[in-house]
């Protein structure tokens, strides 16, 4: 599965099943995550990518916009 449709699939699911704060944080974390790793397969991730999207901070400007 490429890594636009997982996001998508649960994106669609958080917006059926969350309040909105807990979409709107996972869609702040998805979307980026998509955009970082766009057109791979799911399981092509590996663990280190995964950790250091994780710990590493977003551009500034993605904050401003977001709230």
């Known amino acids: 599965m490429k890594v636009l449709k997982a996001v998508e699939f649960h994106l669609q ?27 791979r397969d799911l399981e092509s991730v590996t663990h280190e990518e995964t950790l250091e999207f994780l710990t590493t901070a977003p551009p500034q400007s993605l904050y401003f916009g977001y709230f």
């Open 13 to 39: 699911y958080q917006r059926a099943n969350s309040k909105e704060n807990s979409v709107k944080n996972c869609e702040f974390v998805l979307l980026r995550f998509r955009d970082s790793f766009s057109g």
